[in-house]
C-alpha cells in the first residue's frame, strides 16, 4: 500500500536539506577564510625568518627565546635558502586557492614532508629556532583545515616522497651531520659554547669603535711611509728627465718654496708643549730660534708633500691602500628628528652628548657641512647623552620639548653654544629666547615625557657598538670623533657616487 507524504512534510523536508546546504556553504566560507589567514601568516613567519639574518633585533629576539636561527637561516635546499622556499610555496598555495585550486592538495603535501624533514632534523640537532617552530603550527593548522579524506592517499604519497627526498637532500647539502671532530664551524665564528656560537659580528658589537680607532692608527702609519715613499720615487723620475741628481733636485724645489713663521705661531707652539722646556738650560731667544727652525723645516715638509701629490696624476699613481671602515647594522632612526628628505642616497646619523667638549667644538664643522650638502643628504640626530655629564641626559630632553613646537635645530644650537649649567630655570630661558610657549615647554619638561625617548637612543647606540661622542653613520659607515671638514665631506662624497653608480 503506497504511502502517501504529506505536503506539509514535504515542504518542510525540502526547507530543512536547504538549511543543511546552507550552513554547509558558510562553513565552506569560514575554512576556506580561515586558510588565506593562515598562508598569509606563514607566509610573514617565512620573511621575517629570512630578514632575521640582517636585523640585529629578530635575531635577538630568536637568540633569547631558542637560540638556533643563526643556524638554521643557513640551511638550504637544492642550494635556496629554506626561507626563500617558504615565500615561494605560501605564495603558491595562495595563487592555487583562487585560480589552479586543483594543485592546492599537491603543493601542500610537497610543503609538509620538506617541513617534516626539517622538525625532525631541527630535533635531531636540538638545534631549535622559533620561526620554524611557528612555520610548524601553522602548516598543521593548514593541515587540519585543507583535509580531504578523498584526498588522503594521493597526498599521502606525495608528502612521503617529498619527506624521503628533502632527507637526504638537505643534510647532505648542508653538512648537518658531520661528526664533532669534521664539523666546518661557519667562517664568522670566533668560539662557541654548546651549539651558542660566537662570531665577528657579536664581538664587533662590543669593540667595533675601539678596533676601528687601531686600525686608523695603523693605517695613518702606513699612509704617511707610503706618501713619502711615493714623493721619493716621483721626485726621481722628475730629476732624471731634469738630468740631475734626486738631491739636487730636492734643493732645488726647496729654495723656491720660501717660507714664513710668525712670532704668534712660535708662541703658540710654545705655549702647547711648555713641560718639554722644563728641562732647557739655554736663553729663551735661543729656545725661540730652535723652535722656528722646526716649524719651517714642518712648513717645508708639508709643501714638498703637496708639490709631490700634484705630481702623481701625470704619473699614473694609483693607491690601493685604503682606509679601514666599521660597517654597522641597521640604525632605527623612527621618531629622530631628521633635516633633508626622506629618500636621499646618503643618510647621516649623529650621536652626541650637549656637554661633550668635542661635541661642542665639532658643531661648527656639523653646521657646514649640514650647509654643504642641504636637499642632497638626510641628517638624522640621535641622544647619546654619557653618564659623566650629569646635566647632559636633562638638555637633551628639554630639546625635544621644544621640537613637540617645531624648534628642535635652534634650541639644539643653543645647547651646543653655551657653557653654562643646563638647570630648568636655564632651560627654559632658552625656550623663552625663541618664543616657545612657556607653559607648554615648561610642562614637558616636568613631567619627563621625552625621557623614554632618550633612554631608547641611548639603547640603540648600545645595541650597535657606539661607544663615545660624537659618532657619526655615514650610510652605515662609523666615525668617532669629529672628521675634519674636507675628510667628512669626502665620506659623504664617496656615498653619494656610490648612490649614483659611479666607482
Known amino acids: 500500500m503506497e504511502r502517501r507524504v504529506s505536503p506539509i512534510r514535504f515542504f518542510l523536508k525540502i526547507d530543512l536539506m536547504g538549511v543543511e546546504l546552507q550552513a554547509k556553504g558558510i562553513l565552506g566560507h569560514m575554512r576556506n577564510n580561515f586558510l588565506v589567514l593562515f598562508i598569509l601568516l606563514g607566509l610573514f613567519v617565512a620573511v621575517l625568518s629570512g630578514l632575521a639574518e640582517w636585523v640585529p633585533l629578530l635575531s635577538t629576539f630568536c637568540a633569547s627565546l631558542t637560540g638556533g636561527c643563526a643556524d638554521t637561516a643557513r640551511v638550504t635546499f637544492l642550494l635556496v635558502p ?6 615561494f610555496i605560501y605564495v603558491a598555495l595562495l595563487l592555487s586557492m583562487f585560480r589552479f585550486s586543483s594543485w592546492f592538495s599537491h603543493l601542500f603535501a610537497g610543503a609538509l614532508g620538506v617541513e617534516l624533514t626539517l622538525v625532525w632534523i631541527m630535533i635531531s640537532l636540538k638545534s631549535y629556532c622559533v620561526y620554524c617552530i611557528a612555520n610548524f603550527i601553522v602548516i598543521f593548522a593548514i593541515l587540519l583545515l585543507s583535509f580531504r579524506r578523498e584526498d588522503f592517499w594521493r597526498s599521502l604519497s606525495l608528502c612521503m616522497i617529498a619527506f624521503v ?15 664533532p671532530g669534521n664539523q666546518v664551524p661557519r667562517s664568522d665564528a670566533l668560539a662557541k659554547v654548546g651549539d651558542d656560537v660566537i662570531t665577528e659580528e657579536d664581538l664587533g658589537v662590543v669593540v667595533g669603535s675601539r678596533v676601528l680607532e687601531l686600525e686608523k692608527e695603523v693605517y695613518r702609519v702606513k699612509r704617511e711611509q707610503l706618501d713619502q715613499m711615493l714623493a721619493e720615487r716621483l721626485f726621481r723620475k722628475e730629476a732624471a728627465s731634469e738630468g740631475i741628481s734626486l738631491d739636487d733636485y730636492v734643493s732645488k724645489k726647496l729654495a723656491g718654496m720660501p717660507v714664513q713663521v710668525t712670532e704668534e705661531e712660535i708662541e703658540g707652539y710654545y705655549q702647547e708643549n711648555l713641560p718639554r722646556w722644563k728641562d732647557w738650560k739655554g736663553t729663551q731667544e735661543e729656545l725661540r730660534g730652535r723652535i722656528r727652525s722646526f716649524l719651517e723645516q714642518q712648513r717645508k715638509y708639508e709643501e714638498l708633500m703637496k708639490f709631490a701629490k700634484s705630481l702623481e696624476p701625470a704619473h699614473g699613481v694609483v693607491i690601493y691602500l685604503k682606509e679601514p671602515t666599521m660597517k654597522v647594522s641597521r640604525v632605527n632612526i623612527d621618531g629622530n628628528h631628521s633635516l633633508g628628505p ?3 642616497p646618503v643618510t647621516v646619523v649623529e650621536f652626541s652628548d650637549y656637554q661633550c667638549p668635542a661635541c661642542r667644538s665639532g658643531h661648527a664643522v656639523v653646521l657646514k657641512v649640514r650647509e654643504a650638502y642641504q636637499g642632497k643628504i638626510r641628517w638624522v640626530f640621535k641622544d647619546f647623552p654619557l653618564r659623566m655629564h650629569k646635566e647632559a641626559a636633562f638638555a637633551a630632553e628639554a630639546a625635544r620639548c621644544a621640537g613637540e613646537q617645531g624648534k628642535f635645530w635652534e634650541y639644539q644650537d643653543l645647547l651646543y653654544g653655551s657653557r653654562e649649567v643646563f638647570s630648568k630655570e636655564r632651560l627654559e630661558q632658552f625656550a623663552a629666547g625663541l618664543g616657545l610657549n612657556s607653559a607648554s615647554f615648561g610642562e614637558c619638561l616636568e613631567s619627563g615625557r621625552q625621557k623614554a625617548n632618550v633612554e631608547k637612543d641611548i639603547a640603540e647606540a648600545r645595541r650597535i657598538g657606539v661607544d663615545r661622542t660624537p659618532s657619526f653613520i655615514i650610510n652605515g659607515r662609523l666615525a668617532t670623533g669629529v672628521p675634519a671638514l674636507e675628510e667628512f665631506k669626502k665620506m659623504i662624497q664617496e656615498e653619494l657616487s656610490r648612490a649614483e653608480g659611479k666607482p
Open 165 to 179: 627526498a628533502s632527507y637526504f637532500i638537505i643534510p647532505h647539502e648542508n653538512k648537518l651531520y658531520a661528526s
Open 342 to 344: 626622506p629618500d636621499a
Open 82 to 87: 629554506i626561507w626563500i622556499w617558504g615565500i
